[in-house]
């Protein structure tokens, strides 16, 4: 097939791009841009001209990831922006609160825009992954967790004063990780490179082999046969072979990889140079979610001991044929990164638009050589069966799912945080175990996963059961589901990577239908078109997200019909709000008397 | 039931060659077998967005452009229930542009009016978008209205992989996704973009017209008054230039 990528793609620019040797050396397009955005609070028009120049290639490109990539902007952002996450469960609206509304009302800003004196931008983004720590925003890139009134005031004020949030109470970015429960992976940690030499004792046939046995399959959420991966990419005839991380979190309610990263990235290197060792890789990608960028400073120091150990780098534990070593790039706010092929997309500078598969990326990946992409929990478990044998991990899970998963669990529970289960663990023994009581409703593995209702809180965590990429949200009673719904379908209207016509146009569409039964607008057809819509966007789209972007809803519709059915109009009720049609005209009138509104009797 | 050779696939029942390398698509015209399209242009290299060609492969939906043909496939193209998912995407990329069919001057050499009228579409069902779109008309020769281009890359693809020019690229995520032109101050004029290119001729719908040419050939005498989409599309094939 000829058409891997949607922009012209040049191989010997892309390597420059990565290349030491060259004076942008350590920089990535998305890097590059990144330090645009912090000088200039925008990307101007000149910048984009000058990054095209450097990196050397079209304008268009460059401005095609400006557009894609949702932290960076063509209009300036104020000098403190401000975005507040919109998870169910560190979003703005998970307390009682608008806390959004009240900091834009405080600080006279509208949602979305730069006051005028360019001081400060408030607007929202998708879930940050802080889910077991309150209320959260980025200001400027940085986490601010355990949002209520009393921050949000103090906030007006340092925001006001123009205090830098150097200077801002040092306690507000803290996250602090909460681990509950731990099994195989996060009981015992492994002496750094245990692994690597266990690896190069046994040669990496039998390395392979042991992983292979193991029935490690992905912990992305896929769930692919993590040895096969390795055999497939170690087998693909190619001129160099990659290993990339997939650290982008982006499911909403999942942040066990941010645990992962802070307390075990050793693990994950040394899984990673294993998976090198075994296909025959010499670099690594560390893919990071923007919102994690906080995190990049610990991970080089983490890689610079590494290298130090001699664990990365030439000659890795004094092998003479074995180097391999790690670069970090740092995403920008894109969902549709996670998927792998979008993922390569980014790490090669471009707009994350999912590839045509087949051709996968084992086979035809970074730069269009052989490349595994696995989940930051994969490598790590890949790490602790090198060192352990499969016998012990498969020892635990069931049989259709060996080892351990490790969940985030957060909304409406005592004890939100980091549970690690073996496969095979009741959803409501998860649910005894965090304090969730009164439970209305369980969804597993995200927006793009699984809705349970109670009825079927004995069903498993297993790949052939309730499979998750680690993203457990719990509902309580009170929570109105329909919400919800309306909340997932905006992130998937926003997420969509606009590729395909299904995905692009139908998650708007089910967004606008949502939003009407809410509004108290909708009708009886509309659950007939919500299941025809969601099936259209279900089996018509390019790629996983839009496979999956409707399965909450039609999950709704059968489990919990009443949520929707409750809200719809008996008789005949115009979808169309007039009244509400006329609002920009009033905006533009400075008008809201009850003249220049239409009588709504 | 019949059993399919080694080189054939079978489509709604019908036995049909294929070659290594081509994809259910390019079997399917090759024999004559029409699988709606829109972003497909024989010649160009798939892309795979607008998903009207999706058929299904044993239990699997694909985009027949970006599938490859393997031995023994039955597909399934032409049923009621995949021509209803073609006309609910038909209408969607309907109501998210402005189209404004009676006005406007590619009617009847549109392909996304023909594909409504060849899948019998009967309104937009969904309501309207009305976005705000750029329009631009610096160029000379070239109109180009956002307002009604389907994000179909077709331009893109002809003016990199054939005009050698790279004058357009799609930007933007979701809803916000719009055709840009590569060029410092974005707009047509400051492009080398020519008439004669094929970027500037094969987009499906009125976003990219040539001026000076408005409604040279009568309503009723264009192109789809005189055959249908189905025939275009068996047909229409772009020669590559020397040298790819
Ligand atoms: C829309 C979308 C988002 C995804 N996000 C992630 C993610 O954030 N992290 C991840 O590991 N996998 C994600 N995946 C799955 C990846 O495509 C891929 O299957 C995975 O990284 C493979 O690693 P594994 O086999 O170790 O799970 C996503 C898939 C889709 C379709
Ligand atoms: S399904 Fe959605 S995210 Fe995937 S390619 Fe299509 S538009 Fe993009
Ligand atoms: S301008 Fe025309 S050819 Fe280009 S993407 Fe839009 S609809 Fe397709």
Not at chain 1, 147 to 176: C, H, R, Y
Not at chain 1, 317 to 324: E, H, I, S
Not at chain 1, 447 to 465: K, N, Q
Not at chain 1, 538 to 564: E, M, R, Y
Request: net charge neutral; charged share 20%; aromatic share 6%.
């Amino acid at each position: 097939m000829c058409c891997l990528y949607r922009f012209g793609s040049n191989p010997a620019i892309l390597a420059g791009m990565m290349n030491r040797s060259n004076p942008l050396a350590h920089e990535h397009l998305l890097h590059r841009l990144h330090a645009i955005q912090q000088q200039f609070r925008h990307i101007p028009p000149h910048a984009m001209q000058q990054a095209a120049s450097e990196f050397n290639i079209p304008l268009s490109q460059v401005a095609a990831v400006v557009a894609f990539y949702s932290f960076f902007s063509t209009q300036p952002r104020g000098r403190f922006d401000i975005l507040f996450s919109n998870c169910t469960s560190c979003g703005y609206l998970s307390g009682e609160q608008d806390l959004l509304r009240m900091l834009c009302q405080r600080l006279q800003v509208t949602p979305g825009k730069t006051r005028a004196d360019g001081l400060v931008s408030i607007g929202e983004t998708s879930c940050i992954g802080m889910c077991d720590q309150g209320a959260s925003l980025l200001v400027n890139g940085v986490p601010v967790t355990g949002l209520n009134a009393d921050k949000i005031a103090q906030m007006v004020q340092l925001v006001t004063d123009g205090t830098p949030i150097q200077q801002w109470p040092a306690a507000w970015f803290e996250t602090s990780d909460t681990v509950h429960r731990r099994d195989l992976l996060l009981t015992n940690r492994l002496t750094s490179g245990s692994a690597l030499r266990k690896a190069l004792l046994q040669g990496s046939d039998q390395t392979l082999t042991v992983i292979q046995q193991s029935g490690l399959r992905g912990r992305g959420g896929a769930g692919f046969d993590t040895g096969k991966k390795w055999q497939f990419c170690r087998a693909a005839p190619g001129s160099a072979r990659y290993v990339v991380c997939n650290a982008d979190e982006g499911e909403p309610g999942t942040f066990k990889d941010r645990l992962l990263l802070r307390e075990y990235a050793g693990t994950l290197f040394e899984g990673m140079a294993l998976c090198a060792f075994v296909i025959g890789a010499e670099k690594g990608f560390v893919y990071l979610r923007g919102e994690y960028r906080y995190l990049l400073p610990h991970l080089q120091i983490r890689l610079d001991q590494h290298r130090e150990q001699g664990l990365l780098g030439k000659h890795i534990l004094g092998q003479a044929d074995f180097d391999f070593d790690i670069d970090i790039v740092v995403g920008a706010g894109a969902y549709i990164c996670g998927e792998e092929s979008a993922l390569i997309e980014s790490l090669e500078g471009k707009p994350g638009i999912p590839r045509i598969r087949p051709p996968f990326p084992v086979t035809h990946g970074y730069l269009g050589q052989p490349t595994v992409v696995n989940n930051v929990e994969t490598f790590i478990a890949a790490a602790h069966i090198t060192v352990h044998g499969s016998a012990w991990f498969k020892a635990a899970g069931s049989s259709t799912s060996a080892g351990s998963k490790i969940l985030s669990v957060s909304g409406d529970c005592g004890k939100p945080g980091i549970y690690e289960y073996p496969f095979g663990v009741t959803i409501r023994q998860v649910l005894d175990d965090c304090g969730a009581t009164d439970v209305q409703a369980v969804q597993i593995g995200g927006p793009a996963g699984t809705l349970l209702s109670p009825a079927e809180f004995g069903r498993v965590i297993a790949f052939d059961d309730t499979a998750t990429g680690g993203s457990l949200l719990v509902f309580g009673q009170q929570r109105d589901l329909l919400a919800i719904h309306r909340n997932f379908a905006h992130f998937f209207a926003h997420e969509s990577c606009g590729f395909c016509t299904p995905c692009r146009v139908g998650t708007q569409l089910l967004k606008n239908t949502l939003n009407n039964i809410t509004d108290g607008r909708g009708t009886a057809t509309d659950i007939g078109e919500l299941q025809q819509l969601g099936r259209i966007v279900q089996h018509q789209s390019h790629c996983g997200l839009g496979h999956t972007a409707a399965n909450h809803v039609l999950d709704g519709l059968q489990k919990f019909p009443h949520t929707f059915s409750r809200r719809l109009q008996p008789q005949f009720t115009a979808r169309f709000d007039l009244d509400q049609a006329l609002a920009s005209a009033r905006q533009v009138t400075h008008r809201d008397d009850a003249a220049a509104h239409l009588d709504n009797e | 039931m019949m059993t399919t050779g080694a080189d054939t696939i079978r489509i709604d029942g019908e036995e049909i060659p294929f070659t290594p390398g081509q994809t259910i698509m390019d079997a399917a015209l090759a024999a004559g077998i029409y699988i709606p399209h829109l972003c497909h242009y024989p010649g160009l290299p798939p892309s795979g967005n607008c998903r009207l060609c999706v058929v299904e492969a044993g239990n699997r939906s694909v985009a027949a452009c970006i599938t490859a043909a393997a031995a023994g496939q039955e597909i399934r193209n032409d049923t009621p229930a995949l021509n209803a998912a073609r006309t609910a995407i038909t209408q969607m990329l309907f109501v998210e542009g402005n189209h404004i069919c009676p006005s406007c001057e590619k009617t009847g050499n549109c392909k996304l009016q023909a594909m409504a009228y060849h899948l019998g579409m009967l309104d937009d069902h969904f309501a309207q978008f009305y976005p705000h779109r750029e329009l631009d008309a610096s160029h000379p020769g070239i109109l180009l209205d956002r307002s009604r281009c389907i994000l179909c890359d077709l331009c893109v693809r002809a003016s990199r992989d054939i005009d050698k020019k790279n004058v357009f690229a799609i930007a933007g995520r979701g809803t916000d996704a719009h055709l840009v032109v590569n060029t410092p101050s974005g707009k047509l004029a400051d492009s080398t973009l020519a008439v004669t290119d094929l970027a500037a001729t094969i987009c499906p719908v009125g976003a990219i017209l040539i001026k000076e040419k408005g409604f040279e050939v009568p309503i009723g005498q264009r192109i789809y008054d005189r055959q249908t989409i189905r025939e275009t599309g068996l047909q229409e094939h772009v020669e590559r230039k020397n040298g790819d």
